[in-house]
Nanobody
Framework: QVQLVESGGGLVQAGGSLRLSCAASGSFFIFSSSTMGWYRQAPGKQRELVAT???????NYADSVKGRFTISRDNTKNTVYLQMNSLTPEDTAVYSC??????????WGRGTLVTVSS
């Protein structure tokens, strides 16, 4: 029904930047009305919220990334982005994209690995 494909992960040095993308496709959803989110799971840790953006453009960030990460969306491309600046080794994780429809259904991408070297 809904497919999410992340891209943009990779290896970066501490202090560097990456931009993640998540493209949504499928049926029975309206991207512009959906809340999009980025989550991450580091080795040995639980998955945690990184950032969300509503259909109206309201954003929310984890305290650990405020001021460094920016979530945005392009409704003409059904795509959500996560701009990550000033990366540290603690940001190393698998980053996953989430879509929540107005009906309350949640969909997840498979994730993309971000590795930050010191």
């Amino acid at each position: 029904q809904v497919q999410l494909v992340e891209s943009g992960g990779g290896l970066v040095q501490a202090g560097g930047s990456l931009r993640l993308s998540c493209a949504a496709s499928g049926s029975f959803f309206i991207f512009s009305s959906s809340t999009m989110g980025w989550y991450r799971q580091a080795p040995g840790k639980q998955r945690e919220l990184v950032a969300t953006i509503t259909g109206g453009g309201s954003t929310n960030y984890a305290d650990s990334v405020k001021g460094r990460f920016t979530i945005s969306r392009d409704n003409t491309k059904n795509t959500v982005y996560l701009q990550m600046n000033s990366l540290t080794p603690e940001d190393t994780a698998v980053y996953s994209c989430n879509l929540k429809t107005v009906a309350g259904n949640n969909y997840w991408g498979r994730g993309t690995l971000v590795t930050v070297s010191s």
